[in-house]
Nanobody
Framework: QVQLVESGGGLVQPGGSLRLSCAVS????????MGWYRRPPGKQREFVAL????????RYADSVKGRFTISRDNAKNMVYLQMNSLKFEDTALYYC??????????WGQGTQVTVSS
């Protein structure tokens, strides 16, 4: 079992930055992956970024490449999403995800990011 708690969301102007954090607890394996997803208003949840717990390899959605950076601190059981150059279309509820064995997904409760002038 894995528990995830996100924090760091808020209101930011276009072009601004935010850093989301995800605290992870429970049984964690280096072979598993963690990531961030988001659900924009009126839309389905979509992939944002992924990082492998063991090797730290990353992958990003095309819409955030070059602007967002996912990272992890295994010693602290934390995963982060640094979001720069935020756009209106980045407004969404952001979820932390833990994927076990490519099969089982655990989710946090979500943290709201609103980009508005």
């Amino acid at each position: 079992q894995v528990q995830l708690v996100e924090s760091g969301g808020g209101l930011v102007q276009p072009g601004g930055s935010l850093r989301l954090s995800c605290a992870v607890s429970g049984t964690i394996f280096s072979r598993d992956n963690m990531g961030w997803y988001r659900r924009p208003p009126g839309k389905q949840r979509e992939f944002v970024a992924l990082i492998t717990i063991g090797g730290g390899s990353t992958r990003y959605a095309d819409s955030v490449k070059g602007r967002f950076t996912i990272s992890r601190d295994n010693a602290k059981n934390m995963v982060y999403l640094q979001m720069n150059s935020l756009k209106f279309e980045d407004t969404a509820l952001y979820y932390c995800n833990y994927n076990r064995d490519g099969q089982y997904d655990y989710w946090g409760q979500g943290t709201q990011v609103t980009v508005s002038s």
